[in-house]
C-alpha cells in the first residue's frame, strides 16, 4: 500500500524557516517524481515545487522560488522542503504527492502557520 | 486568481448527471492532454479521479468521465450520490507554470 506521511509543520513567525518531510513506503521511490501541493484556508490548490526522480530536474513556482528549497534521500524514500523568508501568504496544508502532474497519491497534509 | 477556471458550486439531485467544466488556454488545457480531476472531502486530502483527460485510476467509480474540447476540460458526474458532495478540481500541464490547478467546485448533493 502506498503511503505518505508529512511532519515538520507548526507556527512560524514571518521571516523565520520549517523543514517539512514526507516519509513513504510501498513503492519504490527512486521511480517516481515528487511534488509539494499547499493548499491556503479555504483555498484552492497550488503547485508549490517538484523533483524529478533523480533528483536532477527541479523546479519552484514563482511564489517561492528562492525562498523554499526541494530535495529527496532515496535512502530513506523521503522528500523535503526546506522553507525559509516565511510569509503570512505561505500559511496552508502542505501536501507532499507522488508523480508530478499527476498526483495519484497524496499524504494527509502538514499545516503551516506563518504569524506574529 | 487560479490559472484554470472553474464553477464555483454546481448542484444535483441524487441520481442525477453533473459536469464540472473547467476552462484554460492554447497554453495549458488546450496544448496537452495532461488534464487530471480531483475529489476532497473537508478535511480529507485530493484524490485522484481522472487523469490524461479520459482515464480512471483503478478503484474509481466508472460513474465519473472526463473528456475534453479545445481549450475546456469537463469532469462528468453521473448517478449522483450523497458521498459525491465535496470539492472537486482540474488541474493540467502548462507552458507558464509546470503544474496549474482550477480555483475548485464545490458539488452540492441536494
Known amino acids: 500500500e502506498v503511503q505518505l506521511v508529512e511532519s515538520g509543520g507548526g507556527l512560524v513567525k514571518p521571516g523565520g524557516s520549517l523543514r517539512l518531510s514526507c516519509e513513504t513506503s510501498?513503492?519504490?521511490?527512486?521511480?517516481?517524481?515528487m511534488a509539494w501541493v499547499r493548499q491556503a484556508p479555504g483555498k484552492g490548490l497550488e503547485w508549490v515545487s517538484s523533483i524529478s526522480a533523480s533528483g536532477s530536474y527541479i523546479s519552484y513556482s514563482d511564489s517561492v522560488k528562492g525562498r523554499f528549497t526541494i530535495s529527496r534521500d532515496s535512502a530513506r524514500n523521503s522528500l523535503s522542503l526546506l522553507m525559509s523568508s516565511l510569509r503570512v501568504e505561505d500559511t496552508a496544508m502542505y501536501y507532499c504527492?507522488?508523480?508530478f502532474g499527476l498526483g495519484d497519491f497524496w499524504g494527509q497534509g502538514t499545516l503551516v502557520a506563518v504569524s506574529s | 486568481q487560479s490559472a484554470l477556471t472553474q464553477p464555483a458550486s454546481v448542484s444535483g439531485s441524487p441520481g442525477q448527471s453533473i459536469t464540472i467544466s473547467c476552462t484554460g488556454t492554447s497554453s495549458d488545457v488546450g496544448r496537452y492532454d495532461y488534464v487530471s480531476w480531483y475529489q476532497q472531502h473537508p478535511g480529507k486530502a485530493p484524490k485522484l479521479l481522472i487523469y490524461?483527460?479520459?482515464n480512471r485510476p483503478s478503484g474509481v467509480s466508472n460513474r465519473f468521465s472526463g473528456s475534453k474540447s479545445g481549450n475546456t476540460a469537463s469532469l462528468t458526474i453521473s448517478g449522483l450520490q450523497a458521498d459525491d458532495e465535496a470539492d472537486y478540481y482540474c488541474s493540467s500541464y502548462s507552458i507558464s507554470s509546470p503544474w496549474v490547478f482550477g480555483g475548485g467546485t464545490k458539488l452540492t448533493v441536494v
Open positions: 504527492t507522488r508523480d
Open positions: 490524461d483527460v479520459t
Open positions: 510501498g513503492f519504490t521511490f527512486s521511480d517516481h517524481s
